[in-house]
């Protein structure tokens, strides 16, 4: 089955530190990995895509995410967290069966403390 | 610059009351979405539709049914709500079915059904 994982459902970080949030994922065939941004009661915000070429993806807000194929894994990242960071953080591939679909992760919620 | 709009954004229904979700884009997509978010489970689509003219289930359209106006509406119906269907509705859209074709969310609409 092709799916999404994130196996934290909460991450928390000091303001100025580094931050991680884990992602991986299982498909057949080429990959397509998003990272959605979600603040309290709105709707998701793109971050960042990787498609192809380099492993390397810089999105929006100094956010970074780096694709591993032999660990199946997508994880984003940012060099130093801000306390308006904290939101939940989805990412998501995007398959084709038959048609393109997205399938979401449960989501991260990311905490940065001042 | 609008994107996506979604109504209403708060909803209390009793059980077995039927209501619509409205959606609107303005950004000339073609393909659009209804997906619900309910905690610990991400997002789940409930319908899509690849193009004006098409609809098909997705992963969770029972209870429900929707109807792509024209290129821009696509709106969501409950004909019998139930409080399993309490959730946050988000419409989305994209501008084609492709692999790396980002996905553009509304702010969302919380349905409470008691």
């Known amino acids: 089955a092709q799916s999404v994982a994130q196996p934290e459902d909460q991450v928390n970080v000091a303001e100025g530190n580094p931050l991680t949030v884990k992602c991986t994922y299982s498909?057949?065939?080429?990959?397509?990995l998003f990272w959605y941004v979600q603040y309290p009661n709105r709707g998701l915000q793109f971050l960042l895509k990787y498609i192809t070429g380099d492993n390397l993806v810089k999105g929006s807000y100094g956010f970074e995410a780096e694709f591993n194929k032999s660990q199946t894994s997508f994880h984003l990242k940012k060099p130093s967290a801000l306390v308006s960071d904290s939101a939940l953080y989805f990412c998501?591939?995007?398959?084709?069966?038959?048609?393109?679909?997205?399938?979401f992760g449960a989501g991260t919620r990311l905490f940065v403390k001042a | 610059n609008a994107g996506v709009t979604q109504t209403p954004k708060f909803q209390v229904l009793k059980t077995g009351q039927s209501m619509t979700l409205q959606c609107a884009q303005d950004m000339n997509h073609n393909s659009m979405y209804w997906y619900r978010q309910d905690p610990g489970m991400g997002l789940r689509l409930i319908y899509y539709s690849a193009s004006e003219g098409t609809t098909d289930k997705g992963e969770v359209p029972n209870g429900y049914n929707v109807s792509r106006l024209n290129k821009r509406e696509f709106s969501l119906r409950l004909e019998s709500a139930a409080p399993s269907q309490t959730s946050v509705y988000f419409c989305?859209?994209?501008?084609?079915?492709?692999?790396?074709?980002?996905?553009?969310f509304g702010e969302g609409s919380w349905l409470t059904v008691v």
């Open positions: 998501a591939v995007r398959v084709n069966t038959g048609g393109f679909k997205t399938i």
């Open positions: 989305a859209s994209s501008d084609q079915q492709g692999a790396g074709n980002t996905i553009y």
């Open positions: 498909v057949s065939g080429n990959p397509y």
